[in-house]
């Protein structure tokens, strides 16, 4: 059984209220307010903190008139290939499943389709996503609003810089977890101080995972990034994370343990 199809299953296995952690929870974006001498300032986000031990990015390059050319590039093909998907029930017949289905009114619908994910392992088609993004509008209804690509934990950064310039795009992974060892599965939703013991808001050190009992993650899964195809025609805009919002730009995204 190959890395990506047991990552997948791990991921089924995940409580509810994990798995709504991996389908990119996160915390809801404020504006700040000025504040008045009556008003104390609001209280750090310790879901944002805590998410932002457990993500790394690439390394950013210069940008280039050759890479704005390949990563526009990338957008062409992508649109053309995912246009048929705004229709929610193609992408499910061709295979794209919705990842997490338990979990209620996800801020954004991740359908993956497994064997994808097996072939971006080993090279890269800009018209082959792993996953594509859905929002669901005031009428509830999925709207496509873009596609994510991912790559092996092991790929260097300069194969990513080949499938999408890092100068253009950041990609990202998620490292640091600590999950419950393969017999106390039922510890997935352990609670410490009402926080999370494990997973992607949990302990983020070897030795607090030591010290809950569980088992250390140093990467979870491979390789990801975004791609905002509706977000207008700047590339900015297009291959913007909006994990890289909250401290430090660190926030959640589609992952895989061990």
Known sequence: MTRSVLAGALILAIPGSLAAQHVHDHPAST????????????????????????????????????????????????????????????????????????????????FTKNWNA??????????????????????????????????????AE????????????????????????RADKERWSELKNGRPVFGPLGAATRAECDAAGGRFIEQAFGWMVHANIFAGNDLRSIWHDDHMEHDHGAMLGTPKPD
């Open 31 to 110: 504006t700040v307010a000025p504040i008045s001498a009556t008003r104390k300032p609001a209280a750090p986000d310790w879901k944002a903190e805590a998410m932002a031990k457990h993500m790394a990015y690439s390394s950013s390059r210069p940008l280039t008139a050759a890479d704005s050319l390949r990563a526009a590039h990338v957008i062409d093909v992508l649109r053309q290939a995912v246009a048929k998907y705004q229709d929610v029930a193609l992408a499910e017949a061709d295979g794209y499943k919705m990842f997490a289905p338990q979990v209620r009114n996800q801020p954004q619908y991740h």
């Open 158 to 181: 300069d194969e990513l810089d080949e499938r999408v310039p890092l100068s253009v795009a950041r990609w990202h992974r998620h490292v640091n977890w600590c999950i419950p060892k």
């Open 118 to 155: 097996i072939r971006n392992s080993f090279g890269f088609d800009p018209a082959r996503p792993t996953s594509l993004l859905y929002k669901r509008n005031s009428l509830g209804e999925l709207v496509l609003v873009g596609a994510m690509y991912t790559a092996s934990k092991r790929t």
